[in-house]
């Protein structure tokens, strides 16, 4: 599963409560304890001494104990499901027959439980040759206890059939950051009365399958499956495996018929129904297919374009073939994450709806990459129990970086990494655990920075410590032996053991089953010209966090080449004589920050300016040159830096350079030459945020001479580009009446980079009249561009007098109330605070948060309404 990320998203504020109770083990004898009664009976005054409780932290190992999150019991294995489903959409139920072909898994079993969430069970029978014997059930709303007729042992093979009715939207599990929601399958604009297609998806991780058809919901559960659909003949439906066949109804319907004949995880199990528009592919001699609503058609050729590449680089560099039968990817309205790995059949949330346009700017190749890599690592091979979770998230996160490290290039992927890095480290300020973690309060904890990004960068470092030819033939090593299988953390390890013949306990330990990360000061010496003396010391909390043995490495520059060393951390505070030589350039280490940790060295402005000239990693560059800027050189030494780092082969480079000019140059530094550098930037540069970032500087410089540029960028393909170019246009002095024109021409754009300089023009200048246009947009738009507009729509109707603000307050209400997204549910509640002074807007901001169900949005909720509480 990818999370959905929204880097818009103001920071966090999680408001913990921590609750103690203390409660005496003395027994009560008539309302006394036993103590006090016996000091009652004493003839004598005596003194009372306090023995020490010789064991003081067995309530807390107890409690630790009670809360282990065992591995679920296989006590049958389940073989295949057979579904017969209908939907009934007015009433946003399903209706289903299921025959579970299953067997006990050792020991004898008089009794069969299956996960059903939410269902009416009608009936259940064994299937006994040509017979149907009636089976006594026990149902509490969650599971079915189905009572069977006798004794059954291993060798013994049941089929289990049961008529039920499952209501997905009577759930009372609330979401949680990863899946936002809990129902499992989703009807979506069932009456058919929103302006949005009528859809019917499902997303069944972790155990929401159950919330449409009985299963054992666990992952350590495999299962093959045939399901037939019967839906409107209009409608397609997509779901694992093949499609067998399509029957047509003379009542307007028809049943689908698809067969999944490969095992997997029940969790992985998925439709998703509606009228899609199928754009068709091919790898080798399997089915790719790219499922999006009709009219972006193109969009979706482009967006999933790399599919087929994928499947090839990820399959030679696993050396296994992709193992499913096809590959679909649909994308969805309402979903309730980023994405979802179900086999053969891929969902995604309704950002990956684009037009030709703007799949011109498409960057989703991340989550694409995301998704199919877990049809090795998730699908093919799953994770036990959602304790062991990196086993799957882990993967599919460095799957990420695999991709951009081959088709971007090593720097865009170093970058991709650092972000994931930065992610998990801004987790760890509230919160430290293991990777691997027996204790949780909730399964959906699981899907946190830890389990993706701290595990990315994990494997990031292990792949760096073995090499890839060791790392890769261990991967496919685990993938081979245990495919169509379960596993644990040790599966894993073993595997690298077995294919390295090496002890990696050490590098398990502390990684996958300790809590924290290295706090690493680094100093170096370089008083003797021959052999620099590299200092490095732990200073990470010791209690709670291990003392790390860290393999790293040395980039010594001289003599226009780079020596690469390798070096082990493995004490509190350790030296390393580099022997480096006389004459060297530039030594850096750790440079391509490999090294999951926070470091802090003590380099002056020559360090930083020989990182910035010799080293060889884009991201190295890129830290050299914001120190450089930001903190160490004056005004004079910064521009011929500037003009160096504008001709960078790394993008980031060169677009950090564009946004530091303002700040780190005088204007009169900035002569015909580099003004002319920056214009050709801003119509050449490879990289569209580079020329975004150019159009946004010569808009700062001279905004009037450069309008003829503006205007002809306003027109360029990019939404990137063009974006730029207009909110260069529209933030000029002046010009009220060229820039209405502007906004008439381009008032039916809908893209959200166009949308935002519009919106910012008709609120700064005041513009009445125009609440039709924001309504109208703010109708229209969806996932992250919904997020984005929300503020400017808010803004404007707070702010123009006579615009319609009820009926923005309105709007607003029903988005915080009721969005099926927490993120836009959070942002328009965040909005309704410029309102918060007219008469009822407190009182229904209160109302909204009281019935808030994620406990994220509403600690965010409680940060924006505390003060205002207080006032009152």
């Given at each position: 599963m990818q999370r959905y990320r929204n880097n818009g998203l103001v920071a966090a504020f999680i408001f913990g409560l921590l609750f103690s109770c203390k409660t005496s083990n003395a027994p009560v004898v008539d309302g006394e304890s036993a103590i006090g009664a016996a000091m009652t009976e004493s003839k004598g005054i005596r003194e009372v001494l306090a023995t020490p409780d010789p064991n003081p932290d067995l309530g807390k190992l107890e409690m630790k104990m009670q809360g282990y999150r065992e591995t679920p019991e296989r006590k049958f294995d389940l073989i295949h499901t057979s579904l017969d489903l209908s939907f009934d959409y007015a009433n946003q139920r399903v209706h289903g027959t299921a025959l579970l072909r299953m067997k006990p898994y050792f020991f004898e079993q008089s009794q069969v439980s299956l996960d059903a969430k939410d269902f009416e069970i009608h009936d259940s029978w064994l299937v006994n040759g040509q017979e149907q014997r009636p089976l006594n059930f026990r149902y509490d709303g969650k599971r079915v206890d189905l009572f069977l007729p006798g004794n059954y042992s291993s060798s013994d093979t049941l089929l289990i059939g049961l008529r039920y009715t499952a209501k997905p939207e009577e759930t009372t599990q609330a979401g949680g950051r990863a899946v936002t929601d809990t129902k499992g399958l989703y009807f979506i604009n069932p009456t058919g009365t929103e302006d949005k297609p009528r859809q019917i998806w499902t997303q069944g991780e972790t155990s929401f399958s159950s919330k449409w058809f009985p299963t054992i919901d666990h992952p350590n559960e495999r299962q093959t499956h045939d399901i037939r659909f019967r839906i409107d003949s209009a409608d397609l439906t997509i779901s694992n495996g093949r499609l067998l066949s399509q029957t047509s109804h003379a009542d307007g319907t028809r049943t689908d018929h698809w067969e999944?004949?490969?095992?997997?995880?029940?969790?992985?199990?998925?439709?998703?129904?509606?009228?899609?528009?199928?754009v068709s592919d091919k790898w080798r001699d399997v089915e790719v297919n790219y499922y999006v609503e009709r009219g972006f058609e193109k969009g979706a050729a482009r967006v999933f374009q790399h599919t087929p590449e994928m499947l090839t680089f990820f399959s030679e560099l696993l050396g296994v073939d992709y193992p499913w039968q096809k590959y679909d990817q649909v994308v969805v309205r309402d979903f309730v994450s980023g994405a979802m790995e179900n086999t053969t059949v891929s969902i995604f949330m309704e950002s990956l709806n684009l037009d030709e346009r703007e799949a011109l700017d498409s960057d989703w190749d991340y989550i694409i990459a995301h998704e199919l890599f877990h049809q090795w690592f998730g699908n093919l091979v799953t994770t036990e129990s959602w304790s062991n979770l990196p086993l799957n998230e882990s993967f599919a996160d460095y799957s990420e970086y695999l991709w951009f490290e081959y088709k971007e290039g090593k720097d865009k992927a170093d970058m991709h990494h650092l972000a994931a890095m930065e992610q998990y480290l801004d987790e760890s300020l509230e919160k430290q655990v293991d990777l691997i973690r027996f204790h949780y309060e909730h399964e959906d904890d699981m899907f946190d920075s830890h389990s993706y990004a701290k595990g990315g960068r994990v494997l990031h470092m292990l792949r760096r410590h073995l090499g890839d030819e060791a790392f890769f033939a261990s991967l496919r090593h685990y993938l081979t032996k245990h495919a169509y299988s379960s596993v644990e953390i040790h599966d894993l390890r073993l595997a690298f053991e077995q294919v390295t013949g090496r002890d990696l306990n050490w590098f398990f330990n502390q990684w996958f089953l300790a809590s924290g990360h290295p706090i690493l000061d680094i100093k170096l010496d370089t008083r003797n010209p021959e052999s620099y003396l590299l200092t490095i010391s732990q200073k990470q909390d010791f209690q709670t966090t291990p003392l790390y043995r860290i393999p790293f490495k040395v980039n010594l520059y001289k003599d226009g080449g780079v020596e690469e060393r390798e070096f082990v951390l493995e004490q509190g505070t350790q030296q390393f004589a580099l022997e480096n030589g006389a004459a060297v350039d530039a030594v850096i280490v750790d440079e391509d920050m490999v090294l999951l940790a926070e470091k802090r060295s003590y380099r002056g402005a020559e360090a930083f300016k020989r990182q910035f000239t010799f080293a060889k990693s884009g991201v190295a560059r890129l830290e050299a040159l914001d120190s450089l800027t930001a903190a160490f050189l004056d005004v004079e030494d910064r521009k011929p830096l500037i003009l160096e780092a504008l001709e960078d082969s790394f993008s980031e480079v060169r677009g950090l350079a564009l946004t530091r000019m303002p700040q780190a140059m005088s204007q009169e530094q900035v002569d015909e030459a580099l003004s002319a550098k920056i214009l050709r930037l801003a119509e050449e540069d490879p990289s569209h945020e580079v020329r975004a970032s150019a159009i946004g500087l010569l808009g700062e410089l001279d905004g009037e001479r450069y309008a003829g540029v503006f205007q002809r960028l306003v027109q360029n393909p990019s939404y990137v580009v063009a974006g730029a170019a207009l909110t260069a246009m529209m933030d000029r002095p002046g010009g009220v009446e060229a820039k209405m024109r502007m906004?008439?021409?381009?008032?039916?754009?809908?893209?959200?980079?166009?949308?935002?300089?519009?919106?910012?023009?008709?609120?700064?200048?005041?513009?009445?009249?125009?609440?039709?246009?924001?309504?109208?947009?703010?109708?229209?738009?969806?996932?992250?561009?919904?997020?984005?507009?929300?503020?400017?729509?808010?803004?404007?109707?707070?702010?123009?007098?006579?615009?319609?603000?009820?009926?923005?307050?309105?709007?607003?209400?029903?988005?915080?109330?009721?969005?099926?997204a927490n993120y836009?549910?959070?942002?328009?509640?965040?909005?309704?605070?410029?309102?918060?002074?007219?008469?009822?807007?407190?009182?229904?901001?209160?109302?909204?948060?009281?019935?808030?169900?994620?406990?994220?949005?509403?600690?965010?909720?409680?940060?924006?309404?505390?003060?205002?509480?207080?006032?009152n």
């Amino acid at each position: 599963m990818q999370r959905y990320r929204n880097n818009g998203l103001v920071a966090a504020f999680i408001f913990g409560l921590l609750f103690s109770c203390k409660t005496s083990n003395a027994p009560v004898v008539d309302g006394e304890s036993a103590i006090g009664a016996a000091m009652t009976e004493s003839k004598g005054i005596r003194e009372v001494l306090a023995t020490p409780d010789p064991n003081p932290d067995l309530g807390k190992l107890e409690m630790k104990m009670q809360g282990y999150r065992e591995t679920p019991e296989r006590k049958f294995d389940l073989i295949h499901t057979s579904l017969d489903l209908s939907f009934d959409y007015a009433n946003q139920r399903v209706h289903g027959t299921a025959l579970l072909r299953m067997k006990p898994y050792f020991f004898e079993q008089s009794q069969v439980s299956l996960d059903a969430k939410d269902f009416e069970i009608h009936d259940s029978w064994l299937v006994n040759g040509q017979e149907q014997r009636p089976l006594n059930f026990r149902y509490d709303g969650k599971r079915v206890d189905l009572f069977l007729p006798g004794n059954y042992s291993s060798s013994d093979t049941l089929l289990i059939g049961l008529r039920y009715t499952a209501k997905p939207e009577e759930t009372t599990q609330a979401g949680g950051r990863a899946v936002t929601d809990t129902k499992g399958l989703y009807f979506i604009n069932p009456t058919g009365t929103e302006d949005k297609p009528r859809q019917i998806w499902t997303q069944g991780e972790t155990s929401f399958s159950s919330k449409w058809f009985p299963t054992i919901d666990h992952p350590n559960e495999r299962q093959t499956h045939d399901i037939r659909f019967r839906i409107d003949s209009a409608d397609l439906t997509i779901s694992n495996g093949r499609l067998l066949s399509q029957t047509s109804h003379a009542d307007g319907t028809r049943t689908d018929h698809w067969e999944m004949d490969l095992p997997h995880a029940p969790y992985l199990t998925a439709v998703a129904v509606g009228d899609f528009a199928k754009v068709s592919d091919k790898w080798r001699d399997v089915e790719v297919n790219y499922y999006v609503e009709r009219g972006f058609e193109k969009g979706a050729a482009r967006v999933f374009q790399h599919t087929p590449e994928m499947l090839t680089f990820f399959s030679e560099l696993l050396g296994v073939d992709y193992p499913w039968q096809k590959y679909d990817q649909v994308v969805v309205r309402d979903f309730v994450s980023g994405a979802m790995e179900n086999t053969t059949v891929s969902i995604f949330m309704e950002s990956l709806n684009l037009d030709e346009r703007e799949a011109l700017d498409s960057d989703w190749d991340y989550i694409i990459a995301h998704e199919l890599f877990h049809q090795w690592f998730g699908n093919l091979v799953t994770t036990e129990s959602w304790s062991n979770l990196p086993l799957n998230e882990s993967f599919a996160d460095y799957s990420e970086y695999l991709w951009f490290e081959y088709k971007e290039g090593k720097d865009k992927a170093d970058m991709h990494h650092l972000a994931a890095m930065e992610q998990y480290l801004d987790e760890s300020l509230e919160k430290q655990v293991d990777l691997i973690r027996f204790h949780y309060e909730h399964e959906d904890d699981m899907f946190d920075s830890h389990s993706y990004a701290k595990g990315g960068r994990v494997l990031h470092m292990l792949r760096r410590h073995l090499g890839d030819e060791a790392f890769f033939a261990s991967l496919r090593h685990y993938l081979t032996k245990h495919a169509y299988s379960s596993v644990e953390i040790h599966d894993l390890r073993l595997a690298f053991e077995q294919v390295t013949g090496r002890d990696l306990n050490w590098f398990f330990n502390q990684w996958f089953l300790a809590s924290g990360h290295p706090i690493l000061d680094i100093k170096l010496d370089t008083r003797n010209p021959e052999s620099y003396l590299l200092t490095i010391s732990q200073k990470q909390d010791f209690q709670t966090t291990p003392l790390y043995r860290i393999p790293f490495k040395v980039n010594l520059y001289k003599d226009g080449g780079v020596e690469e060393r390798e070096f082990v951390l493995e004490q509190g505070t350790q030296q390393f004589a580099l022997e480096n030589g006389a004459a060297v350039d530039a030594v850096i280490v750790d440079e391509d920050m490999v090294l999951l940790a926070e470091k802090r060295s003590y380099r002056g402005a020559e360090a930083f300016k020989r990182q910035f000239t010799f080293a060889k990693s884009g991201v190295a560059r890129l830290e050299a040159l914001d120190s450089l800027t930001a903190a160490f050189l004056d005004v004079e030494d910064r521009k011929p830096l500037i003009l160096e780092a504008l001709e960078d082969s790394f993008s980031e480079v060169r677009g950090l350079a564009l946004t530091r000019m303002p700040q780190a140059m005088s204007q009169e530094q900035v002569d015909e030459a580099l003004s002319a550098k920056i214009l050709r930037l801003a119509e050449e540069d490879p990289s569209h945020e580079v020329r975004a970032s150019a159009i946004g500087l010569l808009g700062e410089l001279d905004g009037e001479r450069y309008a003829g540029v503006f205007q002809r960028l306003v027109q360029n393909p990019s939404y990137v580009v063009a974006g730029a170019a207009l909110t260069a246009m529209m933030d000029r002095p002046g010009g009220v009446e060229a820039k209405m024109r502007m906004f008439e021409t381009l008032k039916e754009e809908r893209n959200i980079r166009m949308v935002v300089p519009l919106a910012d023009f008709l609120t700064s200048e005041a513009k009445v009249g125009y609440d039709y246009w924001f309504n109208s947009k703010l109708d229209a738009m969806t996932g992250e561009s919904l997020y984005y507009f929300i503020g400017y729509y808010g803004d404007y109707f707070a702010s123009v007098q006579g615009s319609d603000k009820a009926g923005a307050i309105n709007r607003l209400m029903g988005l915080a109330g009721g969005h099926p997204a927490n993120y836009i549910r959070l942002t328009a509640f965040q909005s309704l605070f410029g309102f918060i002074d007219e008469e009822g807007v407190l009182e229904q901001v209160v109302k909204i948060h009281a019935e808030e169900s994620d406990e994220l949005v509403r600690n965010y909720q409680q940060f924006f309404l505390e003060p205002y509480l207080e006032e009152n």
